[in-house]
């Protein structure tokens, strides 16, 4: 998804982010968010992923 977005758009960027208290994912296209993906973790693995 992030790979599809930021294809040619050179003033994007996808940074790590605090998101609901957790690890989460910014994606900013001229500073200003257009996606943010949360993440929760079980057993150190990915168990749910929220994007908006």
Known sequence: M??????G???AELTIE???GRAGLALRR???AIA???IKT???RVA???IA
């Not at 992030?2 to 294809?7: F, P």
């Open 48 to 50: 749910v992923l929220g």
């Open 42 to 44: 079980a057993d150190a």
């Open 36 to 38: 943010v993906v949360g």
């Open 30 to 32: 001229s500073g200003q």
């Open 9 to 11: 758009q050179p003033d």
């Open 18 to 20: 605090a998101v609901n």
């Open 2 to 7: 992030a790979a599809v977005l930021l294809d």
